[in-house]
């Protein structure tokens, strides 16, 4: 039996929030109550950045409403974080830790966050100062390695492919006006969430046409062809395309590179410049002469919470609950992580991977969810991410159009 | 007791689309389908660009399926049409109405549209052809004269209160690394739909914090200066703004000239630019060195049909139904208008307004709706718009934040 290690709880919410963050610090919270081990749950004010202030608020405290509330509530209640932890701050959080009695670590975030967890899951290794530490996986982006996917990113992915359908039908309606629409989606390295437009398509008609992710290298020739194309086809054409697709140089498609901003991370913010979408209906204009509009939700995707993901908000919850009790049990240096059951029902128990596997790497779409020519997804990806978007998708009509026989020349 | 007119009639679908529209469509079929006046039900595809060749499909041909399934469906069903009507064209669809024996005119649109149903009334009246016209309301910029409020209004602002209210709380997590979020809306001259941003703020730390319409002159100095004061007083800061307000010459904000397309009535289309926006983030930056976001949703605010709004989806059939019924009843030259009922609670009874009273106007947000400053909107709009939202907007939590006592320096 593992040992009975008494003290305090801390957790914290980082990188970019979801819609349904807050359910897995809700599990934290609820899950905690009910070890006697766990005695004061504590959390960090605006991650380790707040952290290192020794700026912790005391969770049991709050009042039961507020924490059920956080059930609806998106981003992250907690405040978040993108700092980059300095070898000195990590002593500094052994010694805040140790002031307080903290015995459990939770810390809810993307590959970042996990590199800190498992640092000072290390340092305190090192120093023999008795910390469990677990992370509990977040991230829209999906591109978390060793779990079948993310907490947070079923509900980005709904939101994506909803918008994808709803515009996809009006510029079916607008065709005789409107030639493309060009849908940005946010994901720096990995084409997860512009991939998720697909999702949105049943038939050739249906939008979109085009997606762009940044796993294949982008040729601004191959890409008018394509969409003159598909043009000439359809009269319309709907592109899905990420932030941050790159060319045979390895340049950001479309990025004023003066105008970026880098994060504590040496991650590249694209919200500095107009943008990969604005650059494609620029040339689609020049060079094709095709009237396009710019659809950029940003944001809005990721914390969107009226057509959340059922299945998504549950294992947020379920991987929240999951580390604590997995804490109590005495494990220390894992993330959580969600295994898709065999079978034709879909449904996730959770595993572990230790976080250093999980540092600082990206899991990329596979090249098996991408098209021969890099402008399209494939049906494996649906069969992969449909189930994640919860409710089936609903399905829209068209008119059968029987023509009236005409009467004049 | 008025004359029985029998003959066929046409409806179409007109400008831009919103996540009601086929609301009325559905409306105009089934009520026609209770009239024996009425014989055939054909519709225009793509509006009157359709109808100038001929193209119209026989609506009572169409699967009870298929016109169920268009109350979930966004978007104009018909196929929708940006096009200025000449003066060879009226006579045109004159002669297709009388070689179709059409003697009943339906048309759903926005005062382009309005206009464009006038005109074809006059000249049946001028000719002594018997035809009843009436138009039907439907634009989510909610510009239209003498109506309380337009259909496709009430859907595009539950987006944008949900979208501000959601991204507002991804600002206030992400506080330690954004500054500023910048959501621009659709809207030409009118600015009922950033106005809708405003829905979502319930007390002064909510986004949004500043709203700008084109209703007032845009003085950059006031802004930076209403940028600068918010976040120094709450850390960040959430703008909501029209894509096309205008400074002191009158000149759209941040749009380059050099690129903007007119659409068939002149009016620019700011598509093509990279946008208000845009233009803002880009001076927040550099004038006072605070991180912006854009968030840029474009249409998916007036075609999203996942969180629409009740009300208006009722309004929409609501309206269609009423110019059936008034059209049978001998009506002509007529645009149907929602009435607000008074009383307490919110309800909506239809009237009639004359359709030159109705084309080419514009509606602005009256005054009394915006602040003096001109950087926000006022609890009297709010009262004239949530109850158009249908049901009532989620209600988020914070957490109280009981700090725990420090223990180090």
Known sequence: MASQLRGNLVVGQSGGPTAVINHSLVAVIQEAAKHEAIEGVYGMVHGVGGLLRENLIDLRRERQETIQGLLSTPASALGSCRYKVTP????????????????????????????????????????????????????????????????GYGSAARFIALATMDTGKDLEAMRTFDDVNILETLGRNAGWLAASAFLAKRSAEDAPHLVYVPERTFHEDEFLEDVRETHRELGYVFVAVSQAIRDEQHRTVGTDLSSVAEDAFGHKTMSQSSGTANYLRRIVSEKLGLHARVLRPSLIARDFTSCVSR???????????????????????????????????????????????????????????????????????????????GDPLPRYVRLERFAVPKKLE
């Open 88 to 151: 000195q701050d990590y002593e500094r959080i052994l010694q805040i830790f140790r002031a307080h009695n903290v015995r459990y670590f939770v810390y809810i975030g993307g590959n970042d966050s996990m590199d800190t967890a498992h640092r000072v899951a290390q340092l305190a290794d090192d120093r023999r100062y008795e910390l469990r530490v677990m992370g509990v996986p977040k991230t829209m982006d999906n591109d978390l390695a060793l779990t079948d996917h993310c907490p």
């Open 311 to 389: 299945p998504d908000q549950k294992e947020a919850y379920l991987t929240g609950r999951s580390a604590v009790s997995h804490a109590v049990q005495g494990n220390s240096g894992y993330m959580v992580t969600l295994v898709r059951e065999p079978g034709p029902t879909y449904g996730c128990t959770t595993g572990l991977a230790p976080l250093q596997d999980v540092a600082n790497t990206d899991k990329l779409l596979p090249q098996e969810y991408i098209n021969e020519r890099g402008n399209g997804i494939t049906e494996a990806f649906r069969e992969y991410a449909l189930p994640l978007l």
